[in-house]
């Protein structure tokens, strides 16, 4: 029913930018929301950034001001624009469909993709 298959990621110098695509089939991608989330080893998936169907976006504290999330209906697609990188971003990243829960933002999809490997090292 989900099929979600991340790509662009890459080994960049840090200060340097990266371009994630998130292809995403997901009945009613229109009306969903869709979030970025990365996982470094030994380290919980974390949610980086949150845009919902009108366009509106959240980003973590972390990555706020260097990471832009947008999206591309038409296309079924979500992107995530990655500038003035930092060894601490080194991770691998995974889109999912999401939706706000009493217990915060939750990725609806029980199937994620396999993700896709940022390493930013000198």
């Known amino acids: 029913q989900v099929q979600l298959v991340e790509s662009g990621g890459g080994l960049v110098q840090p200060g340097g930018s990266l371009r994630l695509s998130c292809a995403a089939s997901i009945s009613a991608f229109s009306t969903s929301s869709m979030g970025w989330y990365r996982q470094a080893p030994g380290k919980q998936r974390e949610l980086v950034a949150r845009i919902t169907s009108l366009g509106s976006t959240n980003y973590a504290d972390s990555v706020k001001g260097r990471f832009t999330i947008s999206r591309d209906n038409a296309k079924n697609t979500v992107y995530l624009q990655m500038n003035s990188l930092k060894p601490e971003d080194t991770a691998v990243y995974y889109c999912?469909?999401?939706?706000?829960?009493?217990?915060?933002?939750?990725?609806?999809?029980?199937?994620w993709g396999q993700g896709t490997q940022v390493t930013v090292s000198s």
């Open positions: 999912n469909a999401v939706s706000l829960t009493s217990r915060g933002i939750r990725a609806t999809s029980d199937s």
